[in-house]
């Protein structure tokens, strides 16, 4: 969506007000199937459809496509809400496809008395077997010339529970013959004896998607009915339904799905990969449900950038995971403060042998140099520091610019000091570096005169929290497991989470737990979130993702 140009859908619309269609009205609906956690493809539909009533000054409605009583549930209706509203956006109205059941009864029998829908007998296979096959027509059996009393005596028995499920159903009487093969009498009601979480018992026959999503569209007065391509077979059964009902004309146009990469967005298998325990919840920060990009530390505006990034297409493809990291990392690098966190299991004791036992400073430190107005933290300094084991090197190589014997290094927003020692245990294993500092180099008013190539973060080792962190990389390990022949629990990446100790700077953590800041840059290591997983004793931080893109092309 680049220079301004519209998309296709834009595009439309405007033609559809030019030429006075509706009265001008644009009149969205983001239609969610309750039956598990919205995911990122769903925060496509949602920016599409919300951001074209706003753009268009019309209305969104969001209704639950709740026909199907097995699978779906009121912790889905919550959890949905909660996202929508999360990103940003308010509905006008709020629908169920199930309020409409009555409706939706009423115009089958519409179509009954019209000779346009039958009562059929057949079992499931028997009605795909004479469906045809795309290039040969379908047949037609004897169910077809029930007359119109016949049918609405059985499709009144039906919706009485007089049958078990399975044993008829109502079709369209469309045309066996047609090229299309959703017209091929399509069905509208199948018997199904189900507790529906918001009818409860007083339906046993339910609509099909087909009769249903475009009546309930009609019904709301839907202008624009946004869907993706797989649909687009469906739009003439859509319009016949429209037409022989005589209602409000909405029009259904098609869009591509997002697809993106190292991840499934099937409802089906994230489902699956929670109840077996593959991720820890629907909210797992390694998940492409909007719950877990939430966790993982991804803001609603990062979000809402990506799906402007990606823009509308007709045809279906597979995007980058790397562009909805770019679009968090860009927003963290403007809006988070560098803090110090030395992430390691069994970090480097570095003791200041120069700076007096027992003294201990509060430093400066800027949070971030690209804000406008610089603002500034408190951090304490000691004699003694923890710094990464990976920050020094008892044989370096040439050009390695941070701590070594004898070697400099400033250490951020302090002192630079020079490794005097280097201290072993019996096995050999460095657990303590000797330095001393230059009291004329602290940062700021340093005027030793002495320049060092290397800076390295530090936390102060008796002010230090510890922490543990969630370093998460992809949850697949192949680029587009939904197109992979294996089983898709078996190109899941083993390594998609690691867990380490970490060492933090104490005034981070104090501002995550007042809520006044939770993300952060942790210097030279990410972006990281305060988990909800933290307890009193122990901060839990997520990564969000690596400061630069680490998987090279
Ligand atoms: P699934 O196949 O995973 O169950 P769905 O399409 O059945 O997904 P719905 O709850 O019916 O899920 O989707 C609600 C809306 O979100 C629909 O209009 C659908 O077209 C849209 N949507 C779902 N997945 C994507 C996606 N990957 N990209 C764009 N839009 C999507
Ligand atoms: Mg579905
Ligand atoms: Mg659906």
């Known amino acids: 969506n680049a220079g301004g140009s519209l998309n296709f859908i834009e595009q439309i619309v405007e033609e559809d007000i030019a030429a006075g269609k509706n009265g001008g009205r644009v009149h969205t609906r983001f239609p969610p199937e309750p039956n598990g956690y919205l995911h990122i493809g769903h925060a496509k539909s949602i920016c ?4 074209l009533a706003d753009k268009y000054s019309g209305q969104t409605n969001l209704r639950f496509d709740d026909t199907n009583p097995v699978t779906e549930d009121t912790e889905y209706v919550d959890s949905i809400k909660n996202d929508v509203r ?20 009423r115009f089958a029998e519409t179509l009954i008395q ?4 039958y009562v059929d007998d057949s079992t499931a296979e028997e009605i795909a077997a004479q469906k045809g096959t795309p290039t040969e027509p379908g047949r037609m059996n004897q169910y077809r010339d029930r007359s119109v009393d016949q049918n609405l005596d059985l499709f009144r028995r039906m919706k009485a529970g007089e049958f078990s499920d399975g044993s008829k159903v109502l079709r369209a009487k469309v045309d066996m013959a047609s090229p299309n093969m959703q017209l091929r009498d399509p069905i509208m009601y199948r018997i199904k004896h189900a507790h529906h979480h918001r009818t ?12 249903a999503h475009g009546q309930s569209d009609a019904i709301e007065h839907i202008t624009h009915s946004l869907c993706t391509l797989e649909f687009e077979v469906h739009r003439p059964l859509y319009e016949w339904f429209i037409q022989q009902l005589d209602i409000f004309p909405s029009r259904q146009i098609e869009f591509a799905r997002l697809n993106l990469t190292y991840t499934v967005m099937s409802k089906r298998k994230l489902k699956q990969l ?34 402007d990034r990606i823009g509308i297409a007709k045809r279906d493809n597979l995007i980058d995971v790397g562009l909805l990291e ?3 990392r860009e927003e963290l690098n403007k809006t988070t403060p560098r803090v110090m966190a030395v992430l390691d299991e069994k970090p480097l004791r570095l003791v200041i042998t120069n700076y007096e036992l027992g003294r201990e400073e509060e430093l400066n430190i800027e949070n971030n140099p690209e804000e406008e107005t610089m603002t500034y933290r408190r951090v304490p300094f000691s004699r003694e520091v923890y710094i990464e084991r990976d920050d020094f090197m008892e044989n370096p190589p040439k050009k390695f610019f941070r701590l070594f014997p004898g070697g400099m290094v400033r250490l951020k927003g302090a002192y630079i000091i020079k490794c005097d020692e280097v201290v072993k245990d019996n096995a050999g294993e460095i657990i303590e570096l000797r330095c001393s500092y230059i009291p004329e180099s602290r940062s700021g008013s340093d005027t030793s005169g002495i320049n060092v190539k290397g800076t390295i973060h530090w936390v102060s080792v008796p002010h230090a929290v510890e922490a543990e962190v969630r370093l998460y990389d992809r949850l697949f390990s192949v680029e587009n497991p939904a197109a992979d022949e294996r089983e898709f629990r078996e190109l899941l990446n083993p390594n998609s989470l690691e867990v380490v100790r970490a060492f933090v700077e104490p005034a ?15 210097m030279r290591k990410g972006y990281f979130i305060l988990d909800s997983d933290s307890t009193a004793e122990r901060p839990v931080f997520n990564r969000t993702v690596t400061l630069k893109d680490g998987w090279a092309k």
């Open 508 to 522: 981070l953590v104090e501002a995550a737990r007042s809520g006044s800041q939770t993300n952060f840059q942790f």
């Open 274 to 307: 929670v109840e077996e325990g593959h991720v820890s919840g629907w909210d797992d920060p390694r998940m492409p449900t909007i719950a877990g990009i939430r966790r993982r530390g991804y803001t609603p505006a990062s979000i809402r950038e990506f799906c």
């Open 86 to 105: 999360w990103l940003g956006f308010e509905w006008e109205n709020e629908y169920y496809a199930s309020d409409y059941f009555d409706q939706l009864y």
């Open 326 to 328: 770019f679009c968090i």
């Open 114 to 117: 019209k000779g346009l829908a």
């Open 200 to 211: 409860g018992d007083t339906w046993c026959i339910y609509p099909m998607y087909d009769f």
């Open 48 to 51: 599409l459809n919300f951001g």
